[in-house]
């Protein structure tokens, strides 16, 4: 699968709101969640359009700062072609690279041997309207970095904003089934 001129091998599912409604509405909330209206920090589909819910008020989501996290990684068994990660068929060693706009914004350490690394990584960025997120995971070998699974948003949307996280879920067609990496976003 393709997705503009960049390579996507992974399935972008995101958090939806209620449909419907605002479930989480606070008093004085208005249908719709548009910018100055009254929201619910804990539910997310309280603002619309391209606004984000900050302490309780609806509030245009772009032009900001956001502390964006490598929340998860679970890497499959067999690298995508089928082959095993390392030459001697241990578990590879994951980092990811996450890039904003083509800039790279956050590269995290290299986790040694496993499937299921914790980086504890994050970095701040302002994210204008229409920014292009590229994130994604490789193998670290010392004759080159394989990838493990790519994703892009483009544009971001004010909807993975207003989720706070982004999942990129690997697919039978590239070889990446099983493999899920996780993205969180916390507007500062």
Known sequence: MRVGAWGFSG???LAVGVAGGFAGCVAGCVAGGEEGDACSPGDPSSCAGDN??????CTYAFGRSYRISVESLVVKT???????WDDLGGAPDPFVMVELNGATVLTTNEVQDTYTPTFGS?????????ARLRFEAFDSDVFGDQGIITCELNPLSAAVLRNRRASCVG???????GTVLDLRFESL
């Open 122 to 130: 994050s970095a701040s960025v302002a994210v204008p309207a229409g």
């Open 171 to 177: 697919d039978a067609a590239t070889g990446t089934n």
């Open 52 to 57: 984000v819910c900050l302490g309780q008020t």
């Open 78 to 84: 067999t690298a995508p072609d089928g082959s095993n």
């Open 11 to 13: 399935v972008l599912l």
